[in-house]
């Protein structure tokens, strides 16, 4: 599967999920932003667009636009809790370097 859920990322998205009962999954993607070039990006997914690539990791839908596909594929999304802060943390294997606070990344042209 090019994008892996850690059980931490499959809780939170099935209790997110359980209280959007309209939503078809979660959208994961990029954008451009931030010191080192691309943030990524994690929603509610209403619809799936005809680009999208869906995959599905124990009853979690994860759509990624096909665009954003090669900056993304084999990353691992976990969880994770720092006192009363949480969020969801990347590990991109195709990311060639990370700002310092960890919220941009930069790839290499995708082939």
């Given amino acids: 599967m090019p994008i892996q859920?850690?059980?931490a990322a499959l809780n939170?998205?099935?209790?997110?999920?359980?209280?959007?009962?309209?939503?078809v999954g979660v959208r994961f993607g990029i954008r451009k932003t931030g010191c080192s070039g691309y943030?990524?990006?994690?929603?509610?997914?209403r619809a799936v667009a005809e680009n999208d690539q869906v995959f599905d990791?124990?009853?979690i839908?994860?759509?990624?636009?096909?665009?954003?596909l090669p900056y993304v594929e084999g990353t691992e999304i976990d969880f994770k809790?720092?006192?009363?802060?949480?969020?969801?943390?990347?590990?991109?294997?195709?990311a060639t370097g990370e700002c310092g606070?960890?919220?941009?990344?930069t790839v290499d042209s995708p082939a």
């Fill in 5 to 7: 859920l850690t059980e």
């Fill in 12 to 23: 939170r998205m099935h209790a997110f999920l359980a209280r959007n009962p309209d939503a």
């Fill in 39 to 45: 943030a990524y990006t994690v929603d509610l997914a």
């Fill in 57 to 59: 990791q124990d009853g």
């Fill in 61 to 68: 839908r994860v759509l990624v636009d096909a665009e954003a």
């Fill in 81 to 94: 809790r720092h006192g009363l802060n949480a969020s969801f943390v990347f590990r991109n294997p195709n």
């Fill in 101 to 105: 606070c960890g919220e941009s990344f």
